[in-house]
């Protein structure tokens, strides 16, 4: 599967852990990537700067479904229910 044009739900809902440019405590969960471009894609796509976990997740359709609201409300329910603490 292939991601959906101008959903950016991945780049929006989940958290990231690492360091990216621009953001070296990583991302909140909820906070759009500062490297997404204004047609939601990835200015980090293919470059040694972007995250391993971006690298890493794959679109499906459980994850992506037939919306992009799908998908963002279920890495929204996903990030909830994996959050430490």
């Keep these: 599967m292939d991601c959906r044009p101008g959903c950016a739900a991945c780049c929006i809902a ?3 852990s690492s360091p ?3 953001l070296p405590g990583g991302k909140p ?3 759009p990537c500062p ?3 204004a047609d ?3 200015a980090l796509f293919g470059l040694p700067e ?3 976990v ?5 679109p499906g359709p459980e994850m992506c479904g037939e919306t992009r609201e799908h998908a ?3 890495l929204t329910l996903l990030e909830e229910q994996t959050r430490p603490g």
């Design 14 to 16: 989940i958290s990231i």
């Design 20 to 22: 990216l440019p621009g």
């Design 29 to 31: 969960a909820g906070l």
């Design 35 to 37: 490297h997404l471009t």
């Design 40 to 42: 939601l894609r990835c």
């Design 50 to 52: 972007r995250p391993e």
């Design 54 to 58: 971006c690298a890493r997740l794959r």
């Design 72 to 74: 963002l409300a279920y």
